[in-house]
DNA sequence: GTTGAAAGAGGCGCAGC
DNA sequence: GCTGCGCCTCTTTCAAC
C-alpha cells in the first residue's frame, strides 16, 4: 500500500450514508446482506464500515423491546427546577440521574434552565414512588411538573441523514441538503 | 413432545429477564455469548430468545449514531397546540409527522391536548425552515412553542425492567419489584 | 428442561487486479 | 479502490439424557 488503505475521512459520499442508513434500520444485518443493500461487493463494503466505527460514529447496538408488551404502560415527561443553577447543583442532579433505570431521557434546557425527563413505569404507584420517595429528595430541587403522554405517536432512534453527501464537524462547515 | 416444548408463556422468570437485559444492551451479542452471560447452554438459550420473539416484545434491533459526530446539533422539543382536539384534526396532524425524519420523537399530551415533539436538525437554519415552511403550513396547528436542549445528560433505549419476574399484560397482574 | 455433535452460513483476512 | 478464495467461528438443528 502506498499510505493507508482507507484512512478516515471526514467526507462521507452516498455509499457511506447508504450503510448509515441500513445500519440504524438494522442492527444485525449481514455484512453481505448490506453490500447488497448498498450496491458494493462485501470486503469493500466491510472495510467502509470499520472505517465508520473508526470515525467514532456508532454508539452502540441496541434491542428496542416493546414497552407495552412488557406492562410499562406510564410515559412521563417532568419538568425539574433547581433552586439555583450553580454548576455543583447541576452536578449533583446529574449524578443522582444515573442510577435510575426510569429515566429514559435527560436534557438541561434553556429558559428556567431546568430539566426535562422521559420517564417510564409500569402504573402510578410506581411513578409516585419515582417522584415523592426519589426525585423530590434529591438536594436542590424546588419545582416538579409532570405531563403524561396519553400516546406515543412516533419513537424513532434513526437520526435524520442528508440525501447526498456530509463533511464530519472539525471538518469546514459546507451547506448540506438534510432530509 | 408431549404437548408444546416452548409454548410462549406469559411469565418470565429471572433468566428470562437477564437475556432482554443482555440484549438491551448489545444487540450484536452472539448466542454463544449470551448464553454465557446469562448461565445457560447455547441451546436453550437460544430457544428462550426465540420464544420471547414470539411473544412479541422485541421491536427493532437497532445501530444507535453519534448526533454530534454527524453534525446534528440542535435538540430541540416543540410543543404543538391544534384548534380543535377533533380525531380528525389529530389523524391529520399524525399523518404528515410520519414522513419527516428530523421528528425523533411525537407525544400526543394530556392537558392542552397538543403534542410535544424532538427534533434534531444540524443547524438553526434547517430548524426555521422546518417549522416555518412545513410545521405551521399543516391544517389545524395553531400555536408553536420551542424549548432548547442545551445538552443532552441522559439518552438511554433500555425500558426499566423488573429484577426477579415478570408478568406478561393480559396475564392477570402480579405486584412487581421494578428497578 | 438440559448437553453434545454436526452441518451450513457468515465474518474476516489475504493475494491479485 | 474492487474481486475471489479460504479459514474459522458462530448460528442453528437434531439427536439423546
Known amino acids: 500500500m502506498t499510505s493507508e488503505t ?3 475521512t471526514r467526507r462521507l459520499d452516498r ?9 440504524q434500520d438494522n442492527a444485525r444485518i449481514t455484512n ?6 448498498v450496491n458494493l461487493s462485501p470486503t469493500p ?7 465508520l466505527e473508526k470515525l467514532g460514529l456508532f454508539r452502540q447496538h441496541v434491542t428496542l423491546l416493546d414497552a407495552g408488551a412488557l406492562g410499562l404502560r406510564i410515559n412521563v415527561f417532568i419538568q425539574v427546577s433547581l433552586e439555583q443553577q450553580v454548576e455543583d447543583a447541576l452536578r449533583v ?5 444515573e442510577d435510575r433505570p426510569e429515566v429514559m ?9 431546568d430539566y426535562l425527563l422521559r420517564v417510564v413505569v409500569p402504573d402510578m404507584q410506581s411513578l409516585e414512588h ?3 420517595q426519589w ?25 435524520p441523514l442528508p440525501t447526498v453527501g456530509l463533511t464530519l464537524p472539525s471538518g469546514e462547515e459546507t451547506p448540506q441538503e438534510w432530509t
Chains 1, 2 share one sequence.
Open 105 to 113: 431521557e435527560c436534557y438541561l434546557m434553556t429558559g428556567d434552565a
Open 45 to 51: 463494503c466491510f472495510n467502509r464500515v470499520r472505517a
Open 32 to 37: 453481505a446482506e448490506l453490500a447488497r443493500a
Open 130 to 132: 419515582f417522584i415523592v
Open 93 to 97: 442532579f446529574e449524578k443522582e440521574i
Open 6 to 8: 482507507k484512512l478516515p
Open 15 to 23: 455509499t457511506d450514508i447508504a450503510i448509515l442508513r441500513q445500519l
Open 135 to 159: 426525585l423530590t429528595k434529591i438536594p436542590g430541587v424546588s419545582n416538579i411538573r409532570s405531563s403524561f403522554a396519553l400516546k406515543q405517536v412516533r419513537y424513532k432512534t434513526a437520526l
